[in-house]
């Protein structure tokens, strides 16, 4: 059984349940995704399938990616990924993925990279509180005293400092289908997810007790 499926987040909104309540979801478009590749224990060493998702130009991709896509149908892909299957016998290349292997209150993992923030300080980045603005004070967003005195004389590694911020593969767990649209290839999860707006992220179903 194929447990993930890639899709493209397409904002948040609020849906009300059967009792009124309002529910904050998050609309992920899932699928449909197209099998470029079927791996065997045989052939790779571990049962997968790589799926692609989105279309892009023939002409922003290499000569190597070109023959792979061919295998497929000859269309090129925004993005692939690798889903463990347990049976791959009963997949072949070219074949549609869709939304139909979700169903309303099953929980997923979803996983995408947060927002971009750019090179940021270390108030906006880990939330230093910032320096005094009364009293002739001259340190107002800098972090502060970094280093050590004469032992060890230096920057001890992983201290909190300014740098890029964001864009960072997150994943975030247990969330709720509230909503399924086979229609339109859409998903409604309770909650928020990682990235921006238009950013490709990954929904994984829960691992089953006692399967692999």
């Not at 059984?1 to 609020?14: A, E, F, P, S």
């Not at 906006?124 to 509180?129: D, E, Q």
């Not at 399924?180 to 998903?187: D, F, H, Q, S």
Request: aromatic share 6%; with cysteine; proline share 5%.
């Amino acid at each position: 059984m194929n447990r993930g499926l890639i899709g493209k987040k397409l904002g948040m909104m609020n849906l009300f349940s059967p009792e009124g309540n309002i529910i904050p979801v998050t609309v992920v478009q899932a699928g449909p995704c197209i099998v470029t590749q079927v791996k065997t224990m045989d052939t790779d060493g571990y049962n997968a399938i790589q799926l692609g998702f989105g279309e892009r130009k023939k002409t922003s991709i290499n000569k190597p990616l070109q023959g792979h896509y061919k295998k497929s149908g000859g269309t090129p892909y925004e993005l692939l990924r690798e889903f463990k299957v347990n049976d791959p016998e009963k997949y072949e290349t070219g074949q549609n993925i869709t939304v139909d292997m979700f169903s309303a209150g099953e929980l997923v993992d979803v996983s995408g990279r947060s927002k971009g923030r750019g090179f940021s300080g270390v108030m906006k980045r880990h939330g230093f509180a910032g320096g005094r603005k009364t009293h002739g004070s001259k340190s107002h967003r800098i972090p502060g005293s970094i280093g050590c005195s004469a032992w060890p004389a230096k920057v001890i590694k992983g201290k909190k400092m300014p740098g890029r911020y964001g864009f960072e593969l997150k994943t975030t767990k247990n969330l709720t289908i509230i909503d399924i649209r086979t229609e339109e290839n859409l998903v409604f999860l309770k909650g928020a997810v990682p990235g921006s707006r238009n950013s490709m992220v990954t929904l994984q179903k829960k691992n089953i007790p006692g399967s692999k």
